[in-house]
Nanobody
Framework: QVQLVESGGGLAQPGGSLRLSCAAS????????MSWARQAPGKGLEWVSG???????YYVDSVKGRFTISRDNTKNTLYLQMNSLKPEDTSLYYC??????????????WGQGTQVTVSS
């Protein structure tokens, strides 16, 4: 079955960087668009970024120019490089799959999440 396991979250200072990873298994990774979504306490799910099978990407406006999504199909791994972090980036970040492109709505599959906290 589909398994998505996130790692790389933690505490960062404003202006700092973190790199999230998502190890995928149970499906042919290279055949699917992959995405990152986040959810802050008391807020709804927000699709942050996605990468299609051809490498085309999607970013929500609030992270454009700061976050970079990438994938390594040889390692079945998805990444999210987050630079210039802001306190409002604090959220639980999920590796997720959506049948829509750009990603939207409820994910078809998602991992357990990794917490990102941006604070001084």
């Amino acid at each position: 079955q589909v398994q998505l396991v996130e790692s790389g979250g933690g505490l960062a200072q404003p202006g700092g960087s973190l790199r999230l990873s998502c190890a995928a298994s149970g499906f042919t990774f290279s055949d699917y668009a992959m995405s990152w979504a986040r959810q802050a306490p008391g807020k709804g799910l927000e699709w942050v970024s996605g990468i299609f099978t051809d490498g085309s990407t999607y970013y929500v406006d609030s992270v454009k120019g700061r976050f970079t999504i990438s994938r390594d199909n040889t390692k079945n791994t998805l990444y999210l490089q987050m630079n210039s972090l802001k306190p409002e980036d604090t959220s639980l970040y999920y590796c997720a799959m959506s049948s829509s492109w750009p990603p939207q709505g409820k994910p078809d599959y998602w991992g357990q999440g990794t917490q990102v906290t941006v604070s001084s």
